[in-house]
Structure formats: C-alpha cells, structure tokens
C-alpha cells in the first residue's frame, strides 16, 4: 500500500537506496530550495549516500548526484545549490537554473524551510514560472513545532497549485507521501496548475508578444513564457541559448526524453 | 491578443530585437515592478497557511545563545578561546598516539629491512622501498593521523552546528573594510579544513571581482595539511620550553597565534588587492544565521573520519611515497664525494639562511610542492639521509635531531612556522585555482603572491632578529 495517510510506515518498505548506482534511471529529480534548508539531508535519507550537511549556507556548491529506487521506479537525484533565488548571475544560481531549465527534470523537489516560509517561497515561485512539475517539501517540520509554528500545507497546496508535502528529512518523516507525490508529477499523472504571478497590463501584453516569437522560433520549446520574461529582462544567458540553438535542442531533447548524466558529477559533490 | 503568427519562423536575432524594442516601450520600473509582485504573492501565500501559537521558549535560547556568541565584545575572545580549546585538545590528544604509532612504524621498519638483508637482497634495494618509500608513508600516517582524528570530528562538530556562519557574522566588519565580501570568513574557514575545499567554496561570493580575492587569499590560513608541521614545531620548540604540566597550553597558544597571524594576512592582503589589481567596494550582502541544531553524531564521525580524515590522508600517502623515494635517491646518489642531497641543499643554503632557515628546509619545501603535508617527514628524512641520525622515535628524538645536531633555534622554529603559514599553495590548490578562474594568470599570481609574502616576512624576521642579536 501507498498512500498519503499511512505516514507511520517505514519509508524503507518501498525506498530502495542506490547511492551512486545510477545505471538505468527511468526519470530525474532535481532538489532545489534556499541554502541551509535540508536538501543534502533529504539528498542523503533518499539515495542512502552521505554527501556532507554542513549548517551554514552555501554547502553544496556544486551538484551532487544519487540514485534510488521507489515502487519499482529508479530515480536519479541532483541535489542543487541552495539559493535565494533564479534571478541573479552568481554561479550556484546559475547551476541551480540551467539544470531546471535544459536538464529538463522530470520533476523538482523545492525543499523549503517551514520555519522561515514566506522567504523561501519566492524561490518557489520562480521555479514554476520554469516549469509546473513541482513538489514543495516543507521541511524541518520538527524545529517548526518547537517554535510553535504550523503550516497548513493543504492551504498552500491549494495556492500554488502542486503537491505540498510537510516532512522531517533527519527522521524520515513525511518521506513516504512526498515520494508518492514525485512519483504522481514526475510520471504525469498528477497534473498540476501552478500559481504564476502576472505582471501590469502592459508587461502582460509584451509578455504574450514575445511568446509567440519564441513558440515560432523554437516550436515546441517548454515554457515560452519563462523565457519571454527573461528576454524581456535581458538575461544573457537565455539570450545566448536562444542564439546558440540550444533552446531549440531543448526541444528535441524533450521529445527523445534522452538523459545521460556523468557519475563524476556525483564524485565532485563528495568532499 | 493582436499580433499574428510571421510566415516564416524569427531568427533569434530577430526574436532578441523584438524583446529590445518590448523593453524600451515598458515603463523604467518594471524589473522591481515584476520582483515586488512576486514577493507580494510569496507573502500572500505564507501568511494563509503559517500560524504562531504562543509557544517561542527554544526561539529565545537560540536568540540568547547568538546575542552572546555575536556580540561585539564576546563574539571574538569567545572565537578565540574555542579555537584554543579545539587546538589543545588536538596538540594534548594526538602526543601519545602519534608516538606510539611512530615506535610502531618504525620498528616494522627495521624487521623488514634486516629480513630483506638476511635473505640476501641488495642494500639500494631494501634501502629504496624500506628507508625511502615505507619511511615516508610511516612518517606521513604518525604525524598526520593522530591530530586528524582529533580536529576533524570538532570540526565538523562546529560546523554542524550552526557555528560557523556566526563566525562570518562577527568577521564581517573586518572583510568589509578590507574591501572583501562577508562570506569569505565562511570560505576562509572551509581552508582550514583544504585550502582546495576553500577555494571552490569561493563559487557562493557573486561579484567576480570580491571572489578573485578570496581565492587569492584563502592560502593564507593553514590548511589541516599544514596544522601537523605547526603543531610540531608549537610542541616542540615553544611547549618544551614550559614546565610539562603548561606544555600543550603553550604549543596551542601558539598554533592559535600563527592562526590569528594568518587571518591578519588574509585581511592585509585582501586589503592590498582591493586597493590595487583588483579595485573595487565591497558588495551588500545578507547572512543567514540558521538555527542551532543538534549534531549527528553518526553523521560527524563518518564525515570527518572517512570523508575528511582518510581522504586526506590517502592523498599525503600517495604523494609521501613517491617523496621518500625521491629524498631517498638524493641522499643515496653520490656526485664526488657529496650525495646530490646535499649539493643541493648546499646550493639553496645561503638562499634559506637569508630567511632564517637553511637548505634542507627549502629542498624539502621544493620536494614537498605537491602536497604541504609531507613537509616535516622529508625534512627529517633530509636530515638523517646525510646518515646523521639512525633512530627516531617521536618527538622527543626530533628536538634532539633539529635542535642538539642541526642547530635550530628559536628563529628557525619561528620561520618555519611563518613560512610554513604563508607560502605557496600545494599543486592541488593551485590546478584548483586554475579550473575555478579558467585562468592561468590568476593561478600563477595565486603561487607567487604568498610565496613572495613568505620569502619577504621570514627575511624581515630573520634581519630584524638577527639585528638585535635573537637567535642567531
């Protein structure tokens, strides 16, 4: 059985950990959230490895890569940079960025902090203006209750529009239902209708312009919207994508859902 | 919408000229308009679904605890003493293993070596693999291990738990009127740990410019390859010198000292290069002050042993054994009636006494290049490769080495340790820099910029010294 109401299961009835074995991955999981969240935690209770969780913002700065297997399903994990946001240039931003965009994951974990929600959610709510396969783990439930904080996570779930799951990454808990819900996103069978701030009037309509442009360009491209706001914006490094073709790869790469990924990655997140 | 679909897809070039023109007709502000919406949304959200109760008792200790430990008055002393507790329980913790594991070692030495002889194998042989690279390695896991297994896990321990942004917090001003980022406290204290490890720590500083000198300066702080020749050099020269009871006191104050000396450095040069080559205001930035949080002990122990212990250590072996072999040919090879040892060591003499050092300490700085951690086991191996010495067996043996045959004093001890504290990166460290500023400028000025600090400190030293007559 699987369900979101048995949270007293032991997770390791259905979660297979295999650490850097990450031969025949059937989908990819991206970990993202503000730094100090608990990602490399999370990171290390699903793939069993032990990438190091330092208490000080800023650990993980390159990615880090695992593999586990639940419900029969084998998963990749890249565990990404924490960051504040997808919007300025420095270089774990960058990573962070570039592997939600043109790693194209099958889903991303935004790990967020329930003690400190409200700033984390702006990251969160740059990540699904890149894309709607997204499951918020609000995490470090525990700390949250001993300062007498309480998420109601079905109020944000109802807000932004993705699976919301409360859990306690150190114990485990809540690993089974926020499994469960990565399973539902990353398949496709949990559609998901994310929250997406709009701008004036105006900034709208030159929005929807430059849509089209992108969607002629580059038919089939994921989320011209994203990548209008950010032509708009200037970022240079959307700019160089769209000039380079490798939006446009991006699109053919969709279509083969061809994912290769080195393990040596996983070895530079080591130390 | 009203635009219609071109017949014929957009080149980029034009999709970019379109997005130029869009920009220009929207108003000024709409970049913050778009940031302000997002945060209004986020703030939105958060308040429907967090609630508070009364209950903030562990917010407050957590508050207490960092109104204590970043204060301005309390936060550095408290800095400080922590970082003496750490180094005595080191310097106090690794004295007997170290010795025994060397009585060990060495005494394995000798049994291979005799029942290599016994059966009749030749003596460059038996000499190569056991006074060349076995003795290397041994030197290498005696000296390294013990302090390792000690410093790693407290640590790690600090680190877990929350204390090592508070140490960027009371270290901020300092950086700022250095011209440097804030967080480079935070990369400064991973190059405690590797000064490879600081540097690609660097990544999380965003302007270029306040990164560029973080990583030139990281070498400035010992690494952990470098604690175990400080450590030595504190026991033996400073801590003997105190009545047995105050001697790992003393050899920790003076670890601490060459620590407070390397984080003024690091200061004074971000300094320089902010003035100079690398002009610029230090940025705004915010720090985080993340909870404190319970260290897992499991958790510490596998990561400052296997991780950090055994990984450096593995990598001082790799380049320990390839150096007793190479210290090891070039006190067994003989050019007339000298081993190339000592012609080289002889040629860089007058280089080292300049420096208030000598020969051998600088071939074994050169041998060393590839990793600092075998700095002290090639240096005695230097040494007793002339065939001066035959047994060694801890440290008490070493001062009777350095001090009663060689001739070291106080100023040679004092050098060693400045030298050893501020001079060129390992390989590692440099190829690092290399690959995180795709540089080969940056790396070389990387090298050469704490070389040059080594080579003109240790002279001011020795000349001041020497001036007024201390420690000739």
């Given at each position: ?271 | ?344 060591a002889a040629w860089l003499d007058p280089l080292g006494r300049a420096i208030g050092l000598d020969g051998i300490i600088l071939l074994?700085y ?43 004093t106080?100023l040679t001890?004092v050098n060693l340790?400045l030298f050893?504290?501020l001079h ?27 070389l040059g600090t080594a080579f003109l400190v240790c002279f001011l030293t020795a000349t001041v010294a020497r001036a007024?007559?201390?420690g000739v």
């Open positions: 059985m699987s369900g979101h109401d048995c949270e007293a299961c032991p997770v390791a009835s259905e979660l297979a950990p295999m650490g850097m074995e990450v031969g025949g991955i059937d989908r990819v999981i991206a970990l993202a959230g503000n730094p100090n969240t608990g990602k490399s935690t999370l990171f290390n209770a699903l793939t069993g490895l032990r990438q190091h969780t330092g208490n000080w913002p800023g650990k993980t700065v390159t990615r880090a890569e695992g593999g586990f297997a639940y419900d029969h399903v084998r998963y990749k994990i890249v565990d990404l940079p924490g960051t504040y946001s997808l919007l300025s240039a420095s270089q774990d931003e960058e990573v962070a960025r570039d592997f939600i965009l043109f790693g194209q994951p099958h889903a991303v974990i935004v790990v967020t902090d329930a003690g400190a929600l409200e700033r984390n959610l702006n990251l969160a709510l740059q990540v699904l203006e890149i894309t709607d396969r997204v499951v918020v783990a609000v995490n470090l439930m525990d700390e949250a209750r001993r300062k007498g904080i309480t998420v109601d996570a079905r109020s944000l779930a109802r807000d932004l529009g993705v699976p919301v799951i409360p859990i306690v990454a150190r114990t485990g808990e809540g690993l089974h239902a926020l499994l469960t819900a990565v399973a539902g996103v990353s398949s496709g069978e949990v559609q998901t209708s994310p929250l997406r701030v709009t701008g004036t009037p105006e900034f709208e309509h030159a929005v929807h312009e430059l849509m089209t442009q992108i969607e002629a360009a580059a038919p089939g491209v994921p989320n011209s919207r994203w990548l209008a706001i950010r032509l708009l914006d200037g970022d240079a490094r959307v700019e160089d994508a769209l000039r380079t073709g490798e939006l446009a790869q991006l699109v053919s790469r969709q279509q083969q859902r061809d994912v290769r990924f080195s393990s040596q990655i996983a070895l530079q997140g080591a130390q | 919408m009203t635009t219609s679909p071109p017949v014929a897809p957009p080149t980029p070039d034009q999709v970019l000229a379109r997005a130029r023109a869009l920009r220009r007709q929207l108003s000024g502000g709409f970049r913050e308009e778009a940031v302000k919406s997002l945060y209004a949304e986020a703030e939105r959200v958060a308040k429907r679904a967090v609630s508070h109760d009364g209950n903030t008792r562990a917010l407050d200790l957590d508050q207490r605890v960092d109104h204590l430990v970043t204060s301005p008055w309390f936060g550095l002393p408290i800095m400080l003493v922590l970082l003496a507790v750490v180094f005595w329980l080191t310097i106090a913790g690794a004295n007997v293993p170290s010795a025994m594991l060397a009585q060990a070692l060495f005494w394995f030495e000798d049994q291979a070596a005799g029942a290599f002889d016994a059966v009749g194998v030749p003596w460059w042989i038996t000499g190569f693999l056991w006074h060349g690279v076995y003795r290397g390695l041994a030197w290498v896991v005696s000296v390294m291990l013990p302090p390792m297994a000690i410093f790693f896990p407290l640590f790690t321990i600090f680190e877990d738990l929350g204390y090592l942004p508070r140490v960027a917090f009371n270290l901020d001003f300092l950086f700022r009127r250095a011209g440097a980022h804030g967080k480079q406290a935070l990369t400064m204290a991973m190059g405690f740990g590797c000064n490879a490890a600081g540097v690609i720590a660097t990544r999380i500083i965003d302007s270029p410019r306040e990164r560029l000198v973080a990583i030139l300066t990281n070498n400035f702080v010992p690494c952990n390859g470098r604690f175990p020749t400080l450590i030595m050099l504190g026991t033996i020269f400073v801590g003997a010198s105190f009545a047995p009871a105050f001697a790992s006191i003393a050899a920790a104050a003076a670890v601490v000292g060459v620590v407070v000396l390397g984080i003024i450095f690091t200061l004074l040069m971000s300094w320089l290069l902010s003035r100079t080559i690398l002009r610029g205001e230090a940025s705004a930035f915010t720090l985080e002050l993340p909870p404190y949080r319970r260290p897992n002990i499991g958790r510490i122990f596998y990561t400052s042993l296997i991780d950090r212990t055994l990984f450096v250590l593995w990598r001082a072996m790799w380049t320990a054994a390839p150096a007793g072999a190479a210290i090891w040919l070039l006190a067994n090879i003989y050019w007339g009636d000298m081993s190339l040892a000592a012609i080289t074994a050169v041998i060393a290049i590839p990793a600092n951690e075998i700095v002290v086991p090639t240096l005695v191996m230097a040494y007793m490769g002339a065939g001066m010495m035959t047994e060694m067996e801890g440290l008490d043996d070493l001062r009777r080495l350095l001090v009663d045959q060689q001739g070291w106080l001890a340790m050893s504290l060129n990166p390992c390989a590692t460290t440099i190829v690092t820099i290399y690959k995180e500023t795709l540089s080969a400028k940056w790396a070389t000025v990387g090298a050469l910029l704490p007024f007559g201390w």
